[in-house]
């Protein structure tokens, strides 16, 4: 019997849209001050594209609609310096920058935003994940279009005259020497508008030649300072320098700032010997509006210590060099909770606080400055030195911090949450989503060891006959079929179909760009975006922290390989006991990519826990610290 086209249309199109609206997924995640961060070679056909015509969106499943939400581009250069390029057009090395409360639900193939000149392009779907509970997604999705303006509202403001920045919940100060002098908590933020601070401090001390010194921030020059107030965050390129006698040292600070936190952290630099420096501090003083506040910290969350200006005895030890701190106030005008990655500097390495407001010192034979000169005080100044009594402090160093501005009174458990959430950043999934007869919901290239996997998954074909793939050494240049035969279709179907194409004919070194072509079985040929592939040679030996992590029950660990030898790869326990040998091999050079599933050699399950995964060939080692959650 002979079909009816349109019917037949009619009803495969509701029959599509149902199956995708049943699989559409609610926004569960539940990080809703964080941000996103992702750099643009994740969003390879929009390369080229100027940052005006690209666009952040985020669907309703339940009203089925779709809002503009605030975002931003940020031009990087491949050092990472954001002060560099500014030609505003998207390459491999920008930054967009969303906040994960504004991602939405998943939307289905067939809903597209309501402009005619972004359906002209494809767009891509960024799914994302809680690292720390992996059930918990949201979701967003970027356009181009070239009708389209951008609506939504900043989220924060830098005011050059005064040197404030200022969000609906908070607003801080900073001073010629570039650090943090005034801050404020607003009602809107769960605050009383009061300012907490007194100054940020930064504190060396030591022996240069036979002369001894104490350093602090009033002995920095600031030499420079450049600023980019965006809609999600504001950054601030600070360039200071340190002079100690004819030894000069400069460094560039980088400060991002969101409508809920800060993040602060600069180029490694190098303690030289020279320098002579044998006590280290970094703090943040709090003024007389900090009194009947609250402290806690990593090691001192039982009983913590109220905040009156007379010291308390508190548990200064911290955790060992690379892993991260927690400090929190907390009281009526706000709390702030302050996260640091400890450096591998000095033989000791201890919380500093200072609550004292009678002997006017900084409780470690430091000068002291800041507000009420000459009769200073110190009101909870909290933070971490560095120490090495009987020589110099050396080796490489960042000055890094990030900290969250929060509601009233908040509790223990929320800044050991958001510690948790430090050392367990969001992931994030990139799809294709094409309007076409053939809807890809993604194509991929990965490159491998003396080849490039290319795979793409569709999630409907209508009278799909099959697959050609075309390759070229230029996104604009002339493209060759590298197929031999069709690659069959699923004819028509509204179900996921994956498909998978290797290319072996690839040199080191160079990029390719593929273009995949679905054929009906009317002989149309259809060719979606191009997609670039680099197939580049290790310059080094790495291994990747594995992913998912945590994970369970199985997770995937990447490794490059500068050069060929023998190569081992072992899953090693708390005890340092060896749990299982994944590779123990003569391997080339090249990237690789293997599979750990949580079992032991004897092939049976292991428990949940903290393992490690090492790297041994030639004369390089390195491991990677991974999660094991049942």
Same mark, same amino acid.
């Given at each position: 019997?002979? !079909? ?5 249309? +009619? ?94 639900? *998943? *939307? ?6 309501? &402009? ?44 050059? %005259? ?6 609906? +919940?908070?607003?801080?100060? /900073? ?13 809107? #933020? ?76 600069? $180029? ?28 806690? =910290? @990593? ?45 591998? /500097?000095?033989?000791?390495? *201890? ?26 005080? $110190? ?11 009987? =020589? ?9 911090? @990030? ?85 069959? #279709?699923?004819?028509?179907? &509204? =179900?996921?179909? @994956? ?11 160079? @990029?390719?760009?593929? !273009?995949?072509?679905?054929? =009906? ?21 790495? /291994? ?39 590779? *123990? ?27 490690? +995964?090492? /790297? ?10 991974? %999660?094991?959650?049942?």
């Amino acid at each position: 019997m002979k !079909k009816n086209p349109f019917i037949f249309t +009619c009803l495969l199109f509701f029959s599509i849209l149902y199956t995708y609206q049943a699989a559409a997924q609610f926004d569960n995640l539940d990080r809703d001050i964080e941000a996103i961060t992702m750099t643009a070679d994740q969003f390879p056909i929009f390369n080229g594209v100027p940052f005006d015509q690209l666009f952040l969106y985020a669907f309703d499943k339940t009203t089925n609609s779709w809002t503009q939400i605030p975002f931003q581009f940020d031009d990087v250069d491949d050092q990472e310096h954001y002060f560099v390029e500014t030609d505003q057009i998207l390459d491999d090395y920008d930054e967009l920058t969303f906040m994960a409360r504004d991602a939405g639900d *998943s *939307s289905t193939v067939a809903s597209w935003i309501a &402009d005619i000149s972004s359906q002209g392009y494809n767009r891509y779907e960024i799914k994302i994940t809680d690292s720390v509970d992996p059930s918990r997604f949201a979701w967003v999705y970027l356009y181009r279009s070239a009708t389209l303006t951008y609506v939504a509202d900043d989220l924060l403001s830098y005011n050059h %005259t005064t040197n404030q920045i200022t969000s609906s +919940c908070y607003q801080l100060g /900073l001073n010629s020497d570039g650090t943090l002098t005034d801050l404020m908590i607003t009602a809107a #933020g769960g605050g009383n508008g009061v300012d907490i601070i007194d100054r940020e401090k930064i504190r060396s001390s030591g022996q240069y030649n036979t002369y001894s010194y104490n350093f602090t921030e009033e002995d920095m020059t600031l030499n420079n300072v450049q600023i980019k107030d965006g809609t999600v965050r504001v950054l601030r390129q600070v360039d200071i320098s340190f002079s100690l006698f004819d030894q000069v040292a400069e460094k560039d600070i980088t400060e991002k700032y969101y409508d809920r936190f800060s993040i602060t952290g600069g $180029s490694y630099g190098h303690i030289l010997a020279d320098y002579g420096i044998h006590y280290l501090r970094q703090s943040l003083d709090l003024n007389g509006n900090a009194s009947a506040m609250t402290f806690y =910290s @990593t090691n001192n969350a039982v009983t913590g210590a109220t905040i009156d200006g007379t010291n308390d005895a508190v548990d200064t030890s911290l955790p060992a060099p690379g892993t991260s701190v927690w400090s929190m106030v907390t009281g009526t005008p706000g709390s702030v909770i302050q996260l640091v990655n400890l450096p591998d /500097l000095g033989i000791t390495q *201890s919380l500093y606080y200072h609550d004292d407001n009678s002997s006017h010192n900084s409780g470690d034979g430091m000068p002291e400055t800041g507000d009420n000169a000459p009769n200073y005080e $110190s009101w909870g100044d909290i933070g971490v030195s560095f120490e090495n009594a009987s =020589s110099p402090i050396t080796g490489l160093y960042e000055i890094g911090y @990030t900290r969250f501005f929060m509601p009233a009174n908040q509790t223990v458990a929320t800044a050991e949450e958001m510690a948790i959430f430090y050392d367990n950043p969001m992931s994030t999934d990139v799809t294709l989503l094409e309007p076409y007869p053939v809807e890809l919901s993604s194509f991929t290239a990965t490159a491998l060891n003396n080849a490039i996997a290319l795979q793409w998954t569709t999630r409907s074909e209508t009278e799909n006959y099959g697959y050609y793939i075309y390759r070229s050494d230029e996104l604009n240049g002339r493209y060759e079929r590298i197929t031999v035969q069709i690659i069959p #279709g699923a004819g028509d179907s &509204d =179900s996921e179909h @994956t498909y998978e194409f290797i290319d072996y004919d690839v040199e080191p070194g160079k @990029t390719y760009y593929y !273009k995949l072509a679905d054929i =009906s079985f009317a002989g149309e040929l259809t060719f979606h975006q191009a997609l670039r592939a680099d197939y580049a040679v290790p310059q080094d030996y790495e /291994l990747r922290q594995n992913y998912p992590n945590p994970f369970n029950p199985s997770t995937t660990i990447e490794f490059s390989l500068e050069k060929a030898g023998f190569a081992s790869i072992v899953i090693y326990n708390l005890k340092g006991e060896k749990i299982t040998t994944l590779r *123990s091999e003569h391997l080339s050079s090249g990237k690789y990519r293997i599979e750990w599933k949580g079992v032991n050699d004897m092939g049976y399950p292991v428990p949940s826990g903290i393992y490690f +995964c090492s /790297l041994v060939i030639n004369d390089f080692q390195k491991s990677i610290k991974m %999660t094991l959650m049942k």
